[in-house]
Structures are given as C-alpha cells and as structure tokens.
C-alpha cells in the first residue's frame, strides 16, 4: 500500500480549484474540473517514467478528489442510478430494488445478500448517497447463516469524524475492497448496513 492521498492545491494554469496526488512529499498528479468532468493528469517522475500505483490506492484517492471537488450528491457512479426520481429515503430505494434478491432473512429480518447482489448493492449506495458502514460475511447452511472468523469489518468506525464526501467514498471503497478480498470463500452471503448523510444507519 502506498502513502497516495489527496489533498487540495493551487489553481496554477486551470481555472477553479485543483487537488494534488501527493505521495510522501511529492506531487505526482492534479484532479480538476474542466465544465461538469473531472480529468485527473499524473506527472513522470524524475526519471521520466511514469508513477505505478495499486489500483485500489489510486481509486481511494480519486474518489477523495472527487468528493472535494464536486458539488454534494454528485455521484461519478450516476449512470447507475435509478433512472426515474422520486422523493422516497435512498435506503427505501435501495430496499425496493434488493429486498427481494436476499438469499436468506434472519430473525430481525435482516438480509443476508449474495456476493454479486452486495457488489451491486454497494454501487448503488454510492449513486444514492449512502455508506456503507459495516459488512460481515457468513456461510449458508442448511438455511442457516453462520458467521465466519475473520470478515467482519466496520469502514464507519475507520472513516469516524470525516467530511460527509470524503466519509461517504472511503467507507464505500473499502466495503468493494473487502468482498474483493473475499469472493473466493465458498457458501458466501454478506450482511450490510449503510448510512446516510444525517448519520442515521440501516440494517439492509
């Protein structure tokens, strides 16, 4: 993992604000809006190579970028959006779209989702405005969800006392990082829980 991370800069030749990519003490690239699309340019190093980065680092940082530059509530994920808008709380459109696709219900009615459906569920979140605040896996059996040492994690604990945007992407991209890391348990399903910008959480 590198030190790359993002962090807000001076205008030099583009009009409006601009955010560095920085790693240790170095810049190695600029996030700008040119009209309503954001372009990112990285710089080679001093050898005249280019920078080689992890590419979940580099997303972590762009997405950081873009919450400090774009307008709140806009998403770079709005083609997934639902097309049609309504007035209903994200998490009830969110509901709308997955509640049926739950592999398993427990006792509070809590949804227990395949790995593909929480992959998709996570993208959404993302276009709705909500986070994903704790995700753990468990192993269906028999009709049973039996949790599995070791996946369980909380990015709203990791994200605490962030801005709102940049909250909002770090806990989403870790949450894509962690099923990344755990798609090849076999019997997989996921338990999620989201918030929204109000603070308040939802079990999904």
Same mark, same amino acid.
């Given at each position: 993992?590198?030190?790359?991370?993002?962090?807000?800069?001076?205008?030099?030749?583009?009009? #409006?604000?601009?955010?560095?990519?920085?790693?240790?003490?170095?810049?190695?690239?600029?996030?700008?809006?040119?009209?309503?699309?954001?372009?990112?340019?990285?710089?080679?190093?001093?050898?005249?190579?280019?920078?080689?980065?992890?590419?979940?680092?580099?997303?972590?940082?762009?997405?950081?970028?873009?919450?400090?530059?774009?307008? !709140?509530?806009?998403?770079?994920?709005? !083609?997934?959006?639902?097309?049609?808008?309504?007035?209903?709380?994200?998490?009830?459109?969110?509901?709308?779209?997955?509640?049926?696709?739950?592999?398993?219900?427990?006792?509070?009615? !809590?949804?227990?989702?395949?790995?593909?459906?929480?992959?998709?569920?996570?993208?959404?979140?993302?276009?709705?405005?909500?986070a994903v605040v704790s995700?753990?896996?468990?192993?269906?059996?028999? #009709?049973?969800?039996?949790?599995?040492?070791?996946?369980?994690?909380?990015?709203?604990?990791?994200?605490?006392?962030?801005?709102?945007?940049?909250?909002?992407? #770090?806990?989403?991209?870790?949450?894509?990082?962690?099923? !990344?890391?755990?798609?090849?348990?076999?019997?997989?399903?996921?338990?999620?829980?989201?918030?929204?910008?109000?603070?308040?959480?939802?079990?999904?």
């Amino acid at each position: 993992m590198s030190d790359l991370r993002a962090r807000e800069g001076s205008s030099g030749e583009w009009d #409006g604000p601009v955010v560095e990519l920085v790693e240790e003490s170095r810049v190695v690239g600029v996030v700008y809006l040119d009209g309503a699309t954001l372009f990112t340019e990285l710089s080679p190093d001093a050898d005249g190579d280019p920078w080689a980065f992890e590419v979940a680092d580099l997303q972590t940082a762009l997405d950081s970028a873009a919450a400090m530059l774009l307008p !709140e509530g806009t998403s770079l994920l709005a !083609e997934d959006a639902i097309d049609e808008p309504d007035t209903n709380h994200p998490v009830d459109r969110l509901a709308t779209e997955f509640d049926d696709l739950a592999a398993h219900r427990g006792d509070e009615d !809590e949804g227990f989702y395949p790995l593909g459906t929480a992959v998709r569920i996570v993208r959404q979140c993302e276009a709705l405005g909500l986070a994903v605040v704790s995700l753990e896996g468990f192993r269906l059996d028999d #009709g049973w969800a039996n949790p599995i040492a070791g996946m369980s994690v909380d990015p709203g604990k990791a994200h605490d006392g962030e801005p709102w945007p940049i909250f909002l992407a #770090g806990c989403n991209v870790q949450a894509a990082a962690v099923m !990344e890391r755990w798609a090849r348990e076999p019997k997989l399903v996921l338990a999620l829980e989201v918030a929204d910008s109000d603070g308040d959480r939802y079990v999904l």
